[in-house]
């Protein structure tokens, strides 16, 4: 699994857009990028997936440039409910046994 | 509710003991991992079974044991406890992918909150 690279924490304001940017320098041709979401005292929650470009679905999107050396979770008009961890995954998840995530990303929604 | 039940919820005991935590992953799963998260720390990776064997191991302790059944329920057994046991312990569940780089993602279950006093 790559290693991957994010932000501690992060502060912002309800309604507005948040983007957290995740490198991944050593990422592999087979590799997909994931987010998962862990609020307290629950398990990690799957976001969303990409491979390249541009992925949407109904919680968030995912940017990731033609290198896809990083990538970037956008929430749109977040609210106090999407304060929580954010953890950036790199790797074939089929294939990858250790399945190792970071410190990931405190995201604290203000109002 | 994820798919994923892991019980008990909540478990409170003294050092030295033995407990069994308990996962059934989602109907269709084959693989099943477990985690350890300790009070402001990351998830640490302890192992995993695929269909019932062994596939890899994180950093679990010695004294941490795990199994998967036929029936693809998985439990971690934790004995000689110690207060630096004390953490939740998440199970997570995945399908077998058909093909390399199939989109997939993990299911985690709400894991078991361990005390040990």
């Known amino acids: 699994l790559a290693k991957t690279t994010q932000p501690i924490s992060m502060d912002s304001y309800e309604g507005q857009e948040v983007n957290i940017t995740c490198s991944h320098n050593n990422i592999a041709t087979n590799d997909y990028i994931t987010w998962y979401q862990q609020f307290p005292s629950q398990g990690p929650r799957f976001i969303i997936q990409?491979?390249?470009t541009k992925v949407t679905n109904e919680v968030a999107s995912l940017f990731i440039p033609a290198d896809r050396k990083s990538s970037t979770l956008s929430l749109p008009r977040v609210s106090l409910s999407d304060t929580a961890v954010y953890y950036c995954l790199v790797g074939d998840m089929g294939r990858d046994d250790k399945i190792i995530f970071g410190k990931g990303t405190r995201l604290h929604i203000l109002p | 509710d994820s798919g994923v039940t892991q019980t008990p919820k909540h478990l409170i005991t003294a050092t030295g003991q033995r407990v069994t935590l308990r996962c059934s992953p989602r109907?269709?799963?084959?693989?099943v991992y477990w985690y350890q998260q300790s009070l402001d720390q990351g998830l640490q990776f302890l192992i995993q079974y695929y269909n019932g064997e062994e596939r890899a191991k994180g950093n679990i302790l010695e004294r941490f044991s795990a199994q998967q059944f036929p029936d693809l329920h998985s439990e971690l057994n934790l004995s000689s406890l110690e207060l630096g046991d004390s953490a939740l312990y998440f199970c997570a569940s995945s399908v077998v992918p058909s093909a390399p780089g199939d989109l997939l993602g993990y299911t985690f279950g709400s894991g078991t909150r361990l005390t040990v006093v």
């Open positions: 109907s269709g799963d084959l693989s």
């Open positions: 990409g491979y390249k």
